[in-house]
Nanobody
Framework: QVQLVESGGGLVQAGGSLRLSCAAS????????MGWFRQAPGKEREFVAA????????YYADSVKGRFTISRENAKNTVFLQMNSLKPEDTAVYYC???????????????????WGQGTQVTVSS
């Protein structure tokens, strides 16, 4: 099993920044990639960003490209999501997830992630 603990959500004004963190523990040697997803009220959960466990490959949803950056700190098994130029439409619960799939296409769908964090609320006011 892999355990994921997120932190860093909150309330910010439009144009502001937040950094989310996700610490992984347990059987981390089974992880191929880490991802961030979000779910806004009344909407389906959607892919935001993913990073290979080595940190060398990243993927982003078109809606966040150029504004969000995913990164990881190897020594602490921690993944970050730096969110800049936030917009009200970024308001959602953000989830960290860990993928055991070696196929990269799986990293952009929630089906590819068996392990999930508890979620952290991000609210962007206009």
């Amino acid at each position: 099993q892999v355990q994921l603990v997120e932190s860093g959500g909150g309330l910010v004004q439009a144009g502001g920044s937040l950094r989310l963190s996700c610490a992984a523990s347990g059987r981390t040697f089974t992880i191929y990639a880490m991802g961030w997803f979000r779910q806004a009220p009344g909407k389906e959960r959607e892919f935001v960003a993913a990073i290979s466990w080595s940190g060398t490959t990243t993927y982003y949803a078109d809606s966040v490209k150029g504004r969000f950056t995913i990164s990881r700190e190897n020594a602490k098994n921690t993944v970050f999501l730096q969110m800049n130029s936030l917009k009200p439409e970024d308001t959602a619960v953000y989830y960290c997830a860990a993928s055991a799939a070696s196929i990269r296409a799986a990293w952009m769908t929630d089906d590819g992630y068996p392990y999930w964090g508890q979620g952290t609320q991000v609210t962007v006011s206009s």
